[in-house]
C-alpha cells in the first residue's frame, strides 16, 4: 500500500499516519490567561525535542487557548498523564466554550507551580515548567497555504518527579509511572512493559588502527 498524505488517497475508511506514528506522549498543557483563569488540554503531538537544554513541543490544531495563553503569558506545563489521571484527562479534551477553566468546570485539583505562574496539576506525578521560546506557523501543502497546526516551542526551566516512581539506584520506573500514550484513532494504550538494551559500540575497523 503507498499513498500521499497530502492527497489522502489510501482508500481507507481513516487516515492511518496517526496509527503509524505510535506511541505518542500526551502533553496535558496547563496555562493561565491574562485574567488569570487556568486552561489545561490534551495534546497528543507533543514531544521532548533536546535536553541540553531542555525544551518541548506541542502542535495546536488552530488558535486555540493554550496556544493563545502561552503567547500572551509567556509559560505553560506539560503534565505527565499517568493510568490515575486519564479520564480526568480525556475530560478536559471535550469542547469547552473559550475562557472557561476545564480544571475548575471538572474539579481537578491543582498546585503552584515552582518556576511559572501556571499551575500545575496536583495529582500529576511529573511536569514539566516551560517558557515560550518560539511558535512556528508551518507550510500548507501548497505554497501559498498554511497548515493549520502551530508548534508552540518551550524551554523546561523546572521539572518535578514523584519520587515513588524512582528505583533505589534512582532510575524512573515507568511501570511505576505506568504513562498513559495516544495511538491511533480513539486507541490509547498504558505504558507497562519495557526492555533495556545498552548502545551499541562501534564496529572496530582495522584500517582505522595506527
Known amino acids: 500500500m503507498h499513498y500521499s498524505p497530502d492527497h489522502h488517497d489510501h482508500g481507507l475508511p481513516y487516515d492511518p499516519l496517526k496509527s503509524l506514528v505510535v506511541p505518542r506522549p500526551i502533553g496535558w498543557i496547563s496555562t493561565v490567561d491574562e485574567r488569570g483563569g487556568v486552561n489545561l488540554?490534551?495534546?497528543s503531538?507533543?514531544?521532548l525535542i533536546a535536553d541540553r537544554p531542555a525544551y518541548v513541543m506541542f502542535a495546536?490544531?488552530?488558535r486555540k487557548d493554550s496556544l493563545r495563553n502561552v503567547e500572551v503569558t509567556g509559560?505553560?506545563?506539560c503534565n505527565l498523564v499517568t493510568e490515575e489521571?486519564?479520564?480526568q484527562m480525556m475530560a478536559t479534551a471535550a469542547p469547552f466554550p473559550h475562557g472557561q477553566s476545564e480544571p475548575e468546570r471538572l474539579g481537578i485539583d491543582m498546585r503552584p507551580s515552582i518556576r511559572v505562574n501556571p499551575p500545575t496539576v496536583a495529582a500529576a506525578r511529573a511536569s514539566l515548567e516551560c517558557v515560550h521560546y518560539r511558535t512556528v506557523n508551518l507550510p500548507g501543502a501548497n505554497d501559498d497555504q498554511l497548515?493549520?497546526?502551530?508548534?508552540v516551542i518551550g524551554r523546561v526551566v523546572s521539572v518535578s518527579v514523584d519520587d515513588?516512581?524512582?528505583d533505589p539506584k534512582g532510575y524512573v520506573r515507568p511501570d511505576l509511572l505506568r504513562p498513559v500514550a495516544r495511538l491511533g484513532y480513539q486507541h490509547y494504550a498504558i505504558i507497562e512493559n519495557t526492555?533495556?538494551?545498552p548502545l551499541p559500540k562501534a564496529p572496530d575497523h582495522p584500517e582505522a588502527t595506527s
Do not use: I, K, M, R
Open 41 to 43: 488540554a490534551p495534546y
Open 45 to 47: 503531538f507533543f514531544n
Open 60 to 62: 495546536s490544531d488552530g
Open 75 to 77: 509559560e505553560f506545563v
Open 85 to 87: 489521571l486519564y479520564e
Open 147 to 151: 497548515s493549520p497546526y502551530q508548534v
Open 164 to 166: 515513588a516512581a524512582l
Open 195 to 197: 526492555f533495556a538494551h
